[in-house]
């Protein structure tokens, strides 16, 4: 079986919390689409092509994992691909009413299609993108927050 789950967000930028999720995901799936969209509701420091290509520098090792740049409705492409799975990250309580609220919300779009809801690791469950874009602007320590291709590429916005 072909097995296949889409990991869907902003990721403006991609976290350590991100990197946890997908490498865990990897581990039980055969194919790992991390679907970038644009959010309606936040506006983006990075470009999508820009977190497209910090995500792909930052999983080099993962082989089945797909990075796709789409601007439609996450359910819109997994019909298109066949795929009925999608995964979200639990960091809080507060996650939890936005996510039951999208999977009903996609359920009605989707009928056949399941969220897979996964708990942040301790460690990592105060991380935020938010959070993070506001140590760079602030040039606080990013170490252990974002992948190293992150930091620089947030150093590099930052400086301009
Ligand atoms: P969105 O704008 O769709 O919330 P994000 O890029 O902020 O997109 O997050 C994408 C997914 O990753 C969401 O399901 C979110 O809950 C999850 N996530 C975010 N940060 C973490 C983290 N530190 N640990 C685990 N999951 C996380």
Avoid: C, W
């Avoid at 097995?3 to 919390?17: A, N």
């Avoid at 089945?64 to 309580?93: F, P």
């Avoid at 760079?136 to 291709?149: F, M, T």
């Amino acid at each position: 079986m072909n097995r296949r789950v889409v990991y869907p967000g902003s990721f403006d930028p991609m976290t350590v919390g991100h990197v946890d999720i997908i490498q865990r995901l990897h581990q039980t799936f055969d194919e790992v689409v991390v679907l970038i969209s644009e959010s309606s509701q936040k506006t983006a420091l990075f470009t999508t092509q820009e977190r497209k290509n910090l995500i792909e520098q930052s999983l080099p090792s993962l082989k089945r994992v797909k990075v796709v740049i789409y601007d439609g409705l996450t359910t819109d492409y997994m019909k298109r691909e066949n795929i009925s799975l999608i995964v979200r990250g639990l960091r809080a309580v507060s996650d939890f009413e936005y996510e039951m609220g999208m999977s009903n919300f996609n359920k009605k779009l989707f009928p056949e299609m399941e969220t897979l809801l996964v708990f942040a690791k301790p460690e990592f469950d105060f991380i935020s993108s938010r959070g993070v874009k506001e140590v760079a602007r602030h040039g606080g320590d990013l170490q252990g927050l974002v992948p190293p291709p992150v930091i620089k590429a947030l150093q590099n916005k930052m400086s301009k």
